[in-house]
């Protein structure tokens, strides 16, 4: 079955570490996209992706890194740079984006938390 | 930047009953989307209108948009308790490459 795969459900990051979220597709998507998702609150825009070696940052980079070698993969590390990692992130893929009038396909969402 | 806003921020309603939520939004847009979050889980699309549509319907849902007023409404009639549930709009970002996010309307249906 295709579909949109985050690991791990639940991480820990400890004070001054980079962690990094794993975001997988086999969906053959052009483009995937970063969410940060606080309580209560809706999605906030951290990375996307529209075609293989190429990313643009959205509302909230700063402390983040992404990197887009495969086509499948979508990796996001949270760096020491980022102070209020704490959040649910929410990693998402589509074939021709908002424009072309595509939804998005989202995954399940990793919990992050600092120790 | 925020481009959608959801009212009301939170409802409740009994099993059976009508559930409105709107959406506002400040730019043109080429399409306007509403997805739905159950609690700790992914976001799940429910239904894309595009600008030059005013009324769409799928199930129990009746989403209607107004690009003169920049709004947006979702309609679930006949509500279950499985319908509680996060309700989210998004609409393009300028550039039509992201999804951007309203905050959210949280519906609670009692049985």
């Known amino acids: 079955d295709g579909g949109i795969t985050q690991s791990p459900k639940y991480l820990f990051r400890k004070e001054g570490q980079n962690v990094t979220l794993s975001c997988e597709q086999n969906l053959n998507h052009d483009a995937m996209y970063w969410y940060r998702q606080d309580p209560g609150q809706g999605l906030r825009l951290i990375y996307y992706s529209q075609i293989v070696n190429d990313f643009q940052k959205g509302d909230i980079a700063e402390g983040y890194s992404v990197s887009r070698e495969k086509k499948e993969s979508f990796p996001l590390t949270v760096t020491s740079a980022q102070k209020n990692p704490t959040a649910f992130y929410l990693c998402?893929?589509?074939?021709?984006?908002?424009?072309?009038?595509?939804?998005?396909?989202f995954g399940s969402g990793t919990q992050l938390s600092v120790l | 930047s925020q481009q959608g806003e959801e009212d009301p921020q939170a409802l409740s309603i009994q099993e059976g009953e009508n559930a409105t939520m709107n959406c506002s939004y400040k730019t043109s847009i080429n399409n306007l989307q509403w997805y739905r979050q159950n609690s700790g889980r992914g976001l799940v699309h429910l239904i894309l209108i595009r600008s030059n549509e005013r009324e769409k319907h799928s199930g129990r849902l009746r989403v209607t948009l107004d690009t003169s007023k920049k709004s947006s409404s979702l309609l679930i009639t006949a509500s279950r308790a499985a319908d509680t549930a996060s309700y989210f709009c998004a609409t393009d970002d300028q550039a039509g490459t992201a999804l951007i996010f309203g905050k959210g309307t949280t519906l609670s249906v009692s049985s």
């Open positions: 998402a893929s589509t074939t021709g984006g908002p424009r072309a009038n595509e939804k998005l396909l």
